[in-house]
Antibody, heavy 118, light 108 residues
């Protein structure tokens, strides 16, 4: 069965970087884009961008464009999202989600809480 | 425009029908997809594209679209339907995705 398992919670200082992983299983990892979504506590979902695991091509939301990098390692079916220059308002749960044929996100990871302290 | 607008809160009496709406210019070109999120859980896809429901989602969930507005209808709302609902779609450029602000559904 399709599963996306994310790395564990992180606590970071303001100004630092965080790298969250998303391990895929149960399907051909290279065949489906992976999206990353941020959710600040008590607030809504924000799309951050996607990565094409096959080519490595990426597309980022303008909001995160200058601070986010999405990468992948196809040999171990893992997608990564790195966010730099963390601020206290980056404290959030970050989700990865599989893109089904560019139509919708059908499977989601369990989420990774990143806490940024000043 | 790259925004999708949802009513922040909606309530429905148990067993009644409720419609959650999502408005945005991009919906004239792209279908909305709908996600249900309960506290402490990841979002779950409940309706997508023109008229599709994932396996395991009750048939009381349905969707529709007209012009710049997409709707998720729950016919005969149950207590377990109490959750946040988010619409999402591509933005008008087609190159990015955008989420609505979410609707908190209360089942009375």
């Amino acid at each position: 069965q399709v599963q996306l398992v994310q790395s564990g919670a992180e606590v970071k200082k303001a100004g630092a970087s965080v790298k969250v992983s998303c391990k895929a299983s149960g399907y051909n990892f290279a065949g489906y884009y992976i999206h990353w979504v941020r959710q600040v506590p008590g607030q809504g979902l924000e799309w951050m961008g996607w990565i094409n695991p096959d080519s490595g091509a990426t597309r980022y939301s303008q909001k995160f464009q200058d601070r986010v990098t999405m990468t992948r390692d196809t040999s171990i079916s893992i997608a990564y999202m790195e966010l730099t220059r963390l601020r206290s308002d980056d404290t959030a749960v970050f989700y990865c989600a599989r893109d089904w044929l560019s139509d919708y996100f059908d499977y989601w990871g369990q989420g990774t809480l990143v806490t940024v302290s000043s | 425009s790259s925004e999708l607008t949802q009513d922040p809160t909606v309530s429905v009496a148990l067993g009644q029908t409720v419609r959650v709406t999502c408005q945005g210019d991009s919906l004239r070109s792209y279908y909305a997809n709908w996600y249900q999120q309960k506290p402490g859980q990841a979002p779950v896809l409940v309706f997508y594209a023109k008229d599709s429901r994932p396996s395991g989602i009750p048939d009381r969930f349905s969707g529709s679209s007209s012009g710049n507005t997409a709707s998720l209808t729950i016919t005969g709302a149950q207590a377990e339907d109490e959750a946040d609902y988010y619409c999402t779609s591509r933005d008008s450029s087609g190159n990015h995705w955008v989420f609505g602000g979410g609707t908190k559904l209360t089942v009375l």
